[in-house]
């Protein structure tokens, strides 16, 4: 599949030679706006951009869509993809820049995640995430799988109430119970319960309640009790079913799907990443481990003492913030001394905190197999075909070894889901490369986001990047992060 990629066949490190570009650019016939580096293409802008990837020592030269001042719908970003195709036509396959000649890369690598043997835990048979589970499918599946008792507070009468209630409660292996209430009692409804461990909680309402969402959703983190909000207005209930369902069945530790086991090659996952603004610069440490069953759990936590500086691209640590995050780690997850773990980074590190960190952490008998960047726009370019995908087949390609870009989504959506994922290997200093298990693996830790269920062929992220994603979303304070320790099942 042809791309909007071009990789530099020879290297000559040095300033940026964007005038050589613009030259032949110009030579192709294109209006180009120096300033905003943008081009005028069959009357749509296109962003190009010209960067050194220090990891492979090559340019890199890459033509997108500019992006939009408002958010496109589906159609309207597929009418755009529509016209960038135009683009790869018209250019040719190698471009002169200067002394720099630019080749065009093409996607030719893809792996059928529709070949994984997933199973139904229950039944143990075989079968696709990405079969139909409308609700009667569901309930065929994993009817009275949830083994909780589900206590439905009610907010507020409607029409809807009982219909809802009655949908979910064929899910629980208890009897529900039913509890009308106003909101700001809800909390010393559960503190009274003594079975506070044994329960779900639904909530139900209708009328607003954005403030409370936040403090109550807080409250059951706090007591690790699973919880579900469920809007009564919200037409679409009976279509959302089939990401509500294995929601619910995920935050009650009764997953609906068993992954492969082959799939992944370490004990565990470690994600490292800034949380929130620089205002307010808070670390993240998100581990997920196996357990003896083959089942990998999830924590989160953020730190509040773990110093450092960052923009939208670095981050920088000295070595005693190093150290401590280290520390951090053992602390939080004890179950990793003696396994080996891929750690995953959304900044570039210095190379002296990741030697830093490999050698803190191998004194902690944990070892690092593999050390990975995730970036989802760093090089943003676009492939011939996106349009035609088939849904369990995801392209990739891999660059010199240590870099490679992946389509973990096989449909268009809205605008960021145009382009590639770029993972790069960190720690380079040994004979490790990006091969094709380690791309499978990443694709294995977005997939199992199966409470996602009816968007399972649009997911992006892995879970421990949805898991920050949610964590700001909660808006809590410094005091409340510090205080908890996120169950990954809950938080979803």
């Not at 119970?177 to 003594?194: C, P, Q, Y």
């Not at 799939?263 to 998100?286: A, Q």
């Not at 190093?322 to 990793?336: A, D, F, G, H, R």
Request: glycine share 4%.
């Amino acid at each position: 599949m042809k791309t909007t990629i071009y990789f530099s066949v020879n290297i000559d490190v040095g300033e940026y030679p964007y005038e050589a570009l613009y030259n032949a650019l110009e030579s192709l016939k294109l209006s180009i706006n120096k300033e905003n580096r943008t081009l005028s293409f069959n009357g749509l802008l296109i962003s190009y951009r010209l960067r050194h990837r220090k990891a492979i020592q090559r340019y890199v030269l890459t033509f997108s869509l500019d992006r939009p001042a408002s958010q496109l719908t589906v159609s309207e970003t597929t009418q755009r993809y529509n016209q960038i195709c135009g683009l790869i036509d018209f250019f040719p396959p190698e471009i002169t820049v200067g002394t720099l000649k630019f080749t065009r890369e093409e996607i030719k690598d893809e792996i059928d995640i529709g070949e994984w043997s997933i199973t139904n835990p229950y039944s143990s048979q075989e079968v696709s995430i990405f079969d139909n589970y409308n609700l009667q499918k569901l309930k065929d599946e994993y009817a009275g799988k949830i083994p909780l008792k589900p206590i439905f507070i009610q907010l507020d009468n409607s029409d809807n109430a009982s219909v809802i209630i009655n949908t979910l409660k064929t899910f629980f292996s208890d009897n529900p119970e039913v509890i009308e209430e106003r909101v700001n009692l809800v909390r010393d409804i559960i503190d009274g319960r003594a079975d506070k461990n044994r329960i779900f909680v639904i909530i139900i309402y209708s009328a607003d309640i954005n403030d409370s969402y936040i403090k109550l959703k807080k409250y059951f983190l706090q007591n690790n009790i699973p919880s579900q909000f469920i809007n009564m207005d919200d037409k679409k209930f009976f279509f959302k079913t089939k990401n509500l369902i294995p929601e619910m069945l995920t935050k009650a530790s009764c997953y609906p799907f068993k992954f492969p086991e082959n799939i992944s090659t370490v004990d565990g996952y470690i994600c490292l990443n800034d949380v929130y603004d620089e205002r307010n610069p808070l670390f993240g440490i998100n581990i997920t481990y196996n357990t003896e069953e083959n089942v990998f759990h999830n924590k989160i936590k953020v730190y509040s003492d773990i110093k450092y500086n960052s923009d939208w691209k670095k981050i920088n640590f000295d070595e005693g913030n190093v150290n401590l995050l280290v520390q951090k780690i053992t602390s939080l997850s004890p179950e990793l001394k003696g396994k080996t773990i891929n750690v995953y980074l959304t900044k570039y590190w210095k190379y002296t905190n990741l030697k830093t960190l490999q050698k803190k952490l191998k004194e902690a008998e944990i070892k690092i197999n593999k050390v990975f960047n995730i970036s989802f726009f760093s090089d943003k370019f676009v492939f011939q075909g996106m349009d035609s995908l088939d849904k369990t087949k995801i392209p990739f390609l891999i660059k010199d070894k240590y870099v490679a870009y992946i389509q973990p989504n096989t449909r268009i959506g809205l605008f960021g889901s145009l382009f590639p994922i770029s993972l790069e290997l960190s720690l380079r200093d040994s004979e490790e490369e990006i091969i094709r298990e380690d791309i499978e693996e990443y694709l294995w830790l977005i997939k199992r986001r199966v409470y996602r269920l009816q968007y399972i062929d649009m997911l992006r992220y892995p879970e421990f990047l949805a898991y920050s994603k949610k964590i700001k979303e909660l808006k809590l304070s410094e005091e409340e992060l510090s205080q908890l320790t996120f169950s990954g099942d809950l938080l979803i």
